[in-house]
C-alpha cells in the first residue's frame, strides 16, 4: 500500500496525542524538559515496576517524542520537540477556527445585550406586576371536608 503525505503525517498526529493522552507520559515529558534523564531517574517518582514503565517510555519513543541515548549501561532520553510541533500547528488550525466564531458569538451577543439591556427587560416585568389588579380575593377559602364524622367501628 502506498501511503501519501497525509496518511503519514495522520500516523505521525494519531501517535503524539495517543502517547498524550496518558498522564505518566505527559509528567515523563515535563520531567524531560529539565534536560536528558536516566530511565531510572525517570522511573522512580512514578511507583511502578520498570517493565511497565518501560512500556511507557517506548509509546514515547514510537511517536517520536523522546529518543534514548545509551552512555555505558545508561540509558538517557531526550526530548525530541518535531512531532510536538507538527501537532501543535494542527491544533492551531483549530484554534484559528474557533477563535473566529466565539469573537462573532462574542460580537452578536454584544449586539443583542445593546437592543435590549437587561436592565430594561427588568423594567418591563416591574411594570406588568404594578399594572395588573390583583384577582384573589382577600383571604382565600378552605377546601371542603371529605367527609363527615367518624362511624361506628365493628366490635369482635
Known sequence: MVKYKND???DTLNAVFAALADPTR???LQDLEQ???SVGELAAPHGMSLPGFMKHLRV???AGLVTRA???RVVNL???PEPMQEAAMWLS???KFWSARLDALGRYLYRQEELNPPWKEAQRKASRKESRPSTSPGTTPSAPKK???RGPTRKR
Open 78 to 80: 531526550a526530548i525530541s
Open 60 to 62: 514515547l519513543e514510537d
Open 70 to 72: 545509551k552512555d555505558g
Open 8 to 10: 503519514v503525517e495522520d
Open 147 to 149: 367527609s363527615g364524622a
Open 35 to 37: 534536560g536528558n534523564l
Open 93 to 95: 488550525r483549530y484554534e
Open 26 to 28: 505527559r509528567q515523563v
